[in-house]
T-cell receptor, first 114, second 112 residues
Framework: GNSVTQMEGPVTLSEEAFLTINCTYTATGYPSLFWYVQYPGEGLQLLLK?????DKGSNKGFEATYRKETTSFHLEKGSVQVSDSAVYFC?????????????FGQGTILTVHP | DGGITQSPKYLFRKEGQNVTLSCEQNLNHDAMYWYRQDPGQGLRLIYY???????QKGDIAEGYSVSREKKESFPLTVTSAQKNPTAFYLCASIDSDTYEQYFGPGTRLTVT
């Protein structure tokens, strides 16, 4: 079956530090990959996505590259801010399966201190 | 402004009572989803609906029921058969062109 594995959290960083949150996946076919962000008490928002191998998704200084050879989609940001504190979810939509159904990782809590 | 609304934000119920969570969207999306979120477990799919009057069980449908009588609305009923109903519930719809899922703000249900 399809699955997504994220690095264990929580992650605590100082402002302006470099961020990496690892994400690896198992899927049949050619999945699309997503990163969602959830701020406290809110629903999820799409942060970025990539739909095929070697695509790089980017938004708000975050980026992730779809690596088919390592089945990975790691999230990176060069300089985090306090406002980036949130829960980050990696997700996949497997090609050719149930319409739009996403499989989520367990989420990684990020806390950024001033 | 287009989006998804869920109400109420917080809901408290006694054990043994059924409770219905509301989800409304004005994005004109055909497909809608219900997820349950528990700490450290990510999101798990309860039910989804691809079109009006049709819905399918997700990974953890036991103890839940849904209806889809209108395109805009996809209410979720948490029945007394759900053994551990206390959780954060998220509703979503999907843009059929981009496959991006749009989420509501969620309802936190506490059953005591």
């Amino acid at each position: 079956g399809n699955s997504v594995t994220q690095m264990e959290g929580p992650v605590t960083l100082s402002e302006e530090a470099f961020l990496t949150i690892n994400c690896t996946y198992t899927a049949t076919g050619y999945p699309s990959l997503f990163w969602y962000v959830q701020y406290p008490g809110e629903g999820l928002q799409l942060l970025l996505k990539a739909t095929k191998a070697d695509d790089k998704g980017s938004n708000k200084g975050f980026e992730a590259t779809y690596r088919k050879e390592t089945t990975s989609f790691h999230l990176e940001k060069g300089s985090v801010q306090v406002s980036d504190s949130a829960v980050y979810f990696c997700a996949l939509k497997a090609g050719g399966t149930s319409y739009g159904k996403l499989t989520f990782g367990q989420g990684t809590i990020l806390t950024v201190h001033p | 402004d287009g989006g998804i609304t869920q109400s109420p934000k917080y809901l408290f119920r006694k054990e043994g009572q059924n409770v219905t969570l509301s989800c409304e969207q004005n994005l004109n999306h055909d497909a809608m989803y219900w997820y349950r979120q528990d700490p450290g477990q990510g999101l798990r799919l309860i039910y989804y609906s691809q079109i009006v009057n049709d819905f399918q069980k997700g990974d953890i449908a036991e103890g839940y029921s849904v209806s889809r009588e209108k395109k805009e609305s996809f209410p979720l009923t948490v029945t007394s058969a759900q053994k551990n109903p206390t959780a954060f519930y998220l509703c979503a719809s999907i843009d059929s062109d981009t496959y991006e899922q749009y989420f509501g703000p969620g309802t936190r249900l506490t059953v005591t």
